[in-house]
């Protein structure tokens, strides 16, 4: 075990205990446990450790990515992690396409691959390992490809101790069985119990171009299986300023869409991005000293969204004000669902003496305690923050109306907008559902207007959503079905609440074997994970 760590600015190493802290180091059966106690002011850097196993170049490794947009699933030794700083520089300053994943504070190279909190391999040898480190720092695994080596690597950088306090530094379970490991990791993170989420959304067919023509319309088209009706994006003047409704599109402002939604027995959803606000915003041009700082000292960018948006810095007593004052504004109109976007820019830069996993745990409870008891989507946010804080969380990244997005898309970043990655993600973290959150895979599609999935691709994308997820929305006005869509969202909606998937299987190629059981009976299809069909489906 190595520790990195600094003394009065001073950088230094250590593997065991000395005059600057104590380790004390406790394995009992699957368990470890590391606790470091200061003996002096210190600030932490990095904790490393290693397994003594080693990688087998034919076995499939379950890498978690950092966020809930990155792509995740099983990769091989001989894969690679696509590595942002590959894409034309210009391109990614332009859109600030590293600043939707790790690339910010880890780096990447050919010889190592990585992932966060949850990890697993199957083939010759099988593994289950998960932490139980989630209040303080994430936990990195990553596989080293020169000597086929397991190094655990804890975030603690940020975190400042005082001389006595003390943190723990790794707590995780590890398993050389997949299946115990499995079933150690859902008794350790019980069913939640989540109601499922039938819904729909007005993001994914006309984006920001929203009104309440538009919302009025779709509202009408939903039969009584509905129980969440969510207006996205496009509502307000700019991302931001939440308080300020466009009244060209909405001129009766929405109360009255909210107890419309009601009247349908439905809950009303809202979208949000709390800790963000674009660079065309009132937030932006009026408040810049509420916002993050970069290293240079200029105002965090996050993203290039929109007109391009900058992390809010939510630890000023009036940013708080502001995002609480914006939260209950819609919850005082009668909003139940509350879909909050962006929220890894919470954690950007540490700062204040935390790890970025405090600092993300900390945001999303300060989101929790003003929501209260209502309804909370994540998205784009940490996998393992999110456990205990919201009710639901999206497991990839955005759906594309073409299956893998056009084709320049496949140079950016990990977080990509694309169906196919997201169709994947699904199917890989799938063991989430029910234990950390409810998944959210994202909308299914199955309109003809607007989009050139083909009908086996949007048949797919449905089937899978169903099977897999908590949370089963679209953005289509179903009015529009024919007979053969009805009958796919009838079967779909049958999987949503009756099937349970018991394995999932790859042969390391194309194909993912899904097994499940409805109704008492076992079945299973085949997915084509490069073109994105069903090759069987009973």
């Given at each position: 075990?190595?520790?990195?760590?600094?003394?009065?600015?001073?950088?230094?190493?250590?593997?065991?205990?000395?005059?600057?802290?104590?380790?004390?180091?406790?394995?009992?059966?699957?368990?470890?446990?590391?606790?470091?106690?200061?003996?002096?002011?210190?600030?932490?850097?990095?904790?490393?450790?290693?397994?003594?196993?080693?990688?087998?170049?034919?076995?499939?490794?379950?890498?978690?990515?950092?966020?809930s947009w990155t792509d995740t699933k099983e990769f091989s030794l001989k894969q690679k992690l696509r590595n942002i700083k590959k894409s034309p520089k210009l391109i990614t300053k332009m859109?600030?396409?590293?600043?939707?994943?790790?690339?910010?504070?880890?780096?990447?190279?050919?010889?190592?691959?990585?992932?966060?909190?949850?990890?697993?391999?199957?083939?010759?040898?099988?593994?289950?390992?998960?932490?139980?480190?989630?209040?303080?720092?994430?936990?990195?695994?990553?596989?080293?490809?020169?000597?086929?080596?397991?190094?655990?690597?804890?975030?603690?950088?940020?975190?400042?101790?005082?001389?006595?306090?003390?943190?723990?530094?790794?707590?995780?379970?590890?398993?050389?069985?997949?299946?115990?490991?499995?079933?150690?990791?859902?008794?350790?993170?019980?069913?939640?119990?989540?109601?499922?989420?039938?819904?729909?959304?007005?993001?994914?067919?006309?984006?920001?171009?929203?009104?309440?023509?538009?919302?009025?319309?779709?509202?009408?088209?939903?039969?009584?299986?509905?129980?969440?009706?969510?207006?996205?994006?496009?509502?307000?003047?700019?991302?931001?300023?939440?308080?300020?409704?466009?009244?060209?599109?909405?001129?009766?402002?929405?109360?009255?869409?909210?107890?419309?939604?009601?009247?349908?027995?439905?809950?009303?959803?809202?979208?949000?991005?709390?800790?963000?606000?674009?660079?065309?915003?009132?937030?932006?041009?009026?408040?810049?000293?509420?916002?993050?700082?970069?290293?240079?000292?200029?105002?965090?960018?996050?993203?290039?969204?929109?007109?391009?948006?900058?992390?809010?810095?939510?630890?000023?007593?009036?940013?708080?004000?502001?995002?609480?004052?914006?939260?209950?504004?819609?919850?005082?109109?009668?909003?139940?669902?509350?879909?909050?976007?962006?929220?890894?820019?919470?954690?950007?830069?540490?700062?204040?003496?935390?790890?970025?996993?405090?600092?993300?745990?900390?945001?999303?409870?300060?989101?929790?305690?003003?929501?209260?008891?209502?309804?909370?989507?994540?998205?784009?946010?940490?996998?393992?923050?999110?456990?205990?804080?919201?009710?639901?969380?999206?497991?990839?990244?955005?759906?594309?109306?073409?299956?893998?997005?056009?084709?320049?898309?496949?140079?950016?970043?990990?977080?990509?907008?694309?169906?196919?990655?997201?169709?994947?993600?699904?199917?890989?973290?799938?063991?989430?559902?029910?234990?950390?959150?409810?998944?959210?895979?994202?909308?299914?599609?199955?309109?003809?207007?607007?989009?050139?999935?083909?009908?086996?691709?949007?048949?797919?994308?449905?089937?899978?959503?169903?099977?897999?997820?908590?949370?089963?929305?679209?953005?289509?006005?179903?009015?529009?079905?024919?007979?053969?869509?009805?009958?796919?969202?009838?079967?779909?909606?049958?999987?949503?609440?009756?099937?349970?998937?018991?394995?999932?299987?790859?042969?390391?190629?194309?194909?993912?074997?899904?097994?499940?059981?409805?109704?008492?009976?076992?079945?299973?299809?085949?997915?084509?994970?490069?073109?994105?069909?069903?090759?069987?489906?009973?």
């Amino acid at each position: 075990m190595k520790i990195t760590y600094l003394v009065d600015g001073v950088k230094k190493e250590a593997i065991e205990s000395n005059a600057d802290f104590d380790l004390v180091v406790e394995n009992k059966e699957n368990r470890s446990l590391v606790a470091l106690k200061a003996k002096k002011d210190l600030d932490l850097v990095l904790a490393e450790d290693k397994l003594s196993v080693t990688c087998n170049s034919t076995d499939l490794y379950f890498l978690n990515g950092y966020q809930s947009w990155t792509d995740t699933k099983e990769f091989s030794l001989k894969q690679k992690l696509r590595n942002i700083k590959k894409s034309p520089k210009l391109i990614t300053k332009m859109f600030a396409l590293d600043k939707y994943g790790d690339s910010e504070f880890y780096e990447y190279t050919p010889k190592k691959m990585h992932g966060y909190d949850i990890f697993y391999s199957k083939g010759k040898s099988e593994s289950f390992l998960y932490s139980l480190n989630f209040n303080v720092a994430y936990l990195i695994i990553e596989l080293h490809k020169d000597d086929k080596s397991i190094h655990l690597l804890s975030d603690i950088n940020g975190i400042s101790l005082k001389a006595n306090e003390e943190i723990t530094v790794f707590d995780y379970k590890y398993f050389s069985n997949y299946e115990e490991g499995l079933e150690s990791f859902k008794k350790d993170f019980p069913s939640l119990n989540k109601e499922k989420i039938f819904g729909y959304t007005s993001w994914y067919n006309y984006y920001q171009n929203i009104n309440e023509e538009i919302i009025l319309k779709d509202l009408d088209a939903l039969d009584s299986r509905f129980n969440v009706f969510q207006i996205d994006d496009g509502y307000e003047t700019f991302v931001g300023d939440w308080l300020d409704i466009d009244e060209k599109k909405f001129p009766n402002g929405l109360e009255k869409i909210v107890e419309k939604i009601h009247s349908k027995g439905y809950k009303a959803g809202i979208w949000l991005a709390p800790f963000v606000a674009e660079t065309k915003s009132k937030l932006f041009e009026e408040h810049r000293d509420w916002f993050l700082r970069d290293k240079e000292g200029n105002p965090a960018l996050a993203g290039g969204n929109w007109s391009k948006f900058y992390a809010l810095d939510y630890t000023k007593e009036e940013v708080k004000d502001y995002i609480r004052k914006c939260l209950e504004y819609y919850m005082n109109i009668g909003f139940d669902f509350f879909k909050l976007d962006f929220l890894y820019a919470a954690a950007l830069y540490v700062k204040n003496g935390k790890s970025r996993c405090q600092a993300q745990k900390e945001a999303y409870e300060f989101l929790r305690n003003i929501l209260k008891d209502k309804i909370i989507l994540g998205c784009g946010a940490n996998i393992i923050n999110s456990y205990k804080t919201f009710d639901y969380l999206r497991i990839g990244p955005d759906v594309s109306l073409k299956f893998d997005d056009v084709f320049y898309m496949r140079l950016f970043h990990r977080e990509r907008i694309s169906t196919k990655v997201t169709i994947q993600n699904t199917i890989f973290r799938h063991i989430f559902d029910g234990h950390l959150f409810g998944n959210d895979p994202d909308v299914f599609l199955l309109r003809d207007e607007n989009i050139d999935l083909t009908d086996e691709q949007k048949k797919a994308l449905t089937t899978i959503n169903a099977l897999m997820g908590s949370v089963f929305m679209t953005s289509d006005n179903i009015a529009t079905y024919n007979e053969d869509k009805k009958s796919i969202l009838d079967k779909a909606f049958n999987l949503f609440y009756k099937a349970e998937v018991t394995s999932v299987k790859t042969n390391g190629k194309n194909l993912i074997y899904i097994d499940y059981e409805i109704s008492n009976e076992n079945k299973c299809l085949t997915y084509n994970y490069k073109k994105g069909v069903l090759v069987d489906y009973e």
